[in-house]
């Protein structure tokens, strides 16, 4: 895979002192409010990239890694997952990816034990990440301590910034010789027309990265929409499942997949 070549390339060009040329910075905070119908506390990982580099989405594209988080968690503490804002498209070294430029808010939701009360325990964890530019990628890695402050306002427009999954939605996906076909059946009374929307796929490696699918109306079928892309040059067999996102520039973005409850 090309991300295995880009990281192949990255490796040799690490110095001992790499960690202090890293091209960004993270932070992770809380107001500590929980959540009481969910029992979570709402978290937010945030990241400062250098001016000219970039990181990247749950699907990197053709190369590059997302950033990811290994909590350190007190007994009977959980997290999950680090979730990921609407990402814009770049091309690095005519390599196309996802991914993020300046300032890029992550949430992330703590679980607490169902009988804590009174104060945050220390709650601690380390974030890895690769930035690239035009010529060449660094990896970063920082580690946090979450803190408590007023952040009610930032969390909420973070999490309420993130792309809302499509409300009863069944997609489905195929492999038709060397192209993937995707299938959208929504309900009556759709909250989208998901033909104005482009398709990012959230799934790596299935779908290939240049290529911009836009769901069609299927005329035969009520509420149903397709759309086709050629598949990914490293996909080795037929897929059984896909995640996507619906963006549609400023406007809410959505996601759907054929795997129930994500």
Avoid at 20 to 26: I, L, N
Avoid at 49 to 58: L, M, N, Q
């Amino acid at each position: 895979m090309k991300i295995l070549l880009c990281l192949a390339t990255l490796m040799i060009s690490i110095t001992p002192s790499f960690a202090e040329e890293q091209k960004a910075s993270a932070t992770w905070i809380t107001d500590g409010a929980i959540n009481k119908e969910r029992n979570t506390i709402q978290t937010i990982v945030q990241m400062d990239i250098d001016d000219t580099w970039h990181t990247y989405w749950v699907n990197p594209g053709e190369s590059g890694l997302a950033p990811s988080l290994e909590a350190k968690l007190p007994d009977g503490w959980k997290i999950g997952e680090l979730r990921f804002p609407v990402p814009k498209s770049f091309s690095t070294g005519g390599l196309l990816g996802f991914g993020y430029e300046g300032k890029v808010n992550m949430p992330i939701d703590l679980i607490p034990p169902t009988d804590f009360q009174g104060d945050l325990p220390p709650i601690h964890g380390t974030l890895s990440w690769l930035t690239c530019n035009d010529d060449s990628c660094v990896p970063g890695k920082e580690e946090l301590t979450l803190s408590k402050g007023s952040h009610a306002e930032i969390i909420k427009t973070s999490y309420d910034s993130l792309p809302k999954p499509l409300k009863n939605a069944k997609l489905s996906v195929a492999q038709i010789d060397d192209n993937i076909l995707i299938t959208l059946e929504l309900p009556d009374k759709p909250e989208i027309n998901p033909s104005e929307f482009e398709i990012l796929p959230a799934t790596p490696d299935i779908i290939a990265p240049s290529a911009k699918p836009v769901f069609a109306k299927d005329p035969n079928k009520q509420n149903t929409w397709s759309a086709t892309a050629p598949k990914n040059e490293y996909l080795s067999e037929p897929p059984t499942e896909l995640s996507i996102l619906l963006k549609n520039g400023s406007k809410p973005s959505f996601t759907a997949s054929t795997a129930p409850g994500k």
